[in-house]
């Protein structure tokens, strides 16, 4: 599918990757929020952890930051939030956390926490290759400018452990979709169709990435246009990059470059 709407390839942040890659190469950009625990409230009975959807791990300027919504981690210590390095045999904690106290019962777009891995990416280098270095955003969102879109997340029934290895074996979902040409009232959201119905209960979508494909000075440029919010089996509703961004910007102000 991707070989007959892209042609060969793609831009991504400048670099042109092959259709048939693109994928793979979005999908690193989605990463399982891991709540570190004690063996005894772990869902893992071998490891100190549990699971609470997707999360999308973002570079600004310097500043690396994991992103998800603030609903995935009701009733959990935001201090406990926390990625695995890579091999997902270790916990890297966060250098904390920011978000809204409260909700707008009107629309999702404070539904979103943001946790600074900035010190460990320094001091774990390894770390820096799943984040996505947001440079720039999309023209415009609407059903006429994309080609293509691409969602990743976490499903929570799709996650195991391996108990002689004592790790999660983690399993990333690739969703592919189309904007609805009707949208809704809330300027912070949008709305997208599935090509394929979930065959899953979506629980652990949240949080994931959504990438759009647009045709920009006559070839195909992908850019990460915002979060998932809530997810049914077949559509999404997405937050837009820029309410994203503009939080961002907001709670981290000294990300130089961003």
Not at 12 to 35: D, F, K, T, W, Y
Request: with cysteine.
């Amino acid at each position: 599918m991707m070989d007959t709407l892209l042609g060969t390839s793609a831009v991504l942040n400048g670099v042109a990757i092959p259709a048939r890659s693109l994928g793979e190469a979005l999908s690193r950009h989605c990463l399982s929020v891991v709540i570190h625990s004690d063996y005894a409230n772990s869902e893992f009975p071998v490891l100190p952890a549990y699971l609470r959807g997707s999360g999308i791990p973002i570079l600004l300027g310097d500043r690396y930051i994991l992103v998800c919504t603030k609903h995935q981690l009701q009733g959990v210590d935001l201090e406990r939030v926390s990625m695995f390095a890579e091999g997902g045999e270790r916990l890297i904690s966060s250098g904390g956390v920011r978000s809204f106290v409260e909700p707008d019962p009107d629309s999702d777009y404070r539904d979103i926490a943001a946790f600074d891995f900035t010190e460990p990416c320094r001091d774990i280098p390894e770390l820096r290759r799943w984040f996505f270095r947001l440079s720039e955003l999309p023209p415009e969102i609407s059903a006429e400018a994309n080609m293509i879109g691409l969602a990743f997340g976490f499903p929570t029934k799709e996650q195991s452990i391996n108990s002689e290895e004592r790790k999660i074996v983690f399993s990333r979902r690739q969703m592919v979709f189309n904007l609805d040409h009707q949208q809704g009232s809330d300027r912070a959201m949008f709305t997208v169709r599935l090509h394929e119905m979930l065959p899953i209960d979506p629980d652990g979508v949240s949080g994931g990435p959504a990438f759009v494909v647009q045709m920009v000075d006559g070839g195909p440029k992908v850019y990460l246009a915002g979060m998932v919010t809530r997810a049914g089996r077949k559509s999404l509703y997405i937050m837009k990059i820029e309410i994203v961004l503009g939080f961002l910007r907001s709670v981290f102000p000294s990300s130089p470059g961003s």
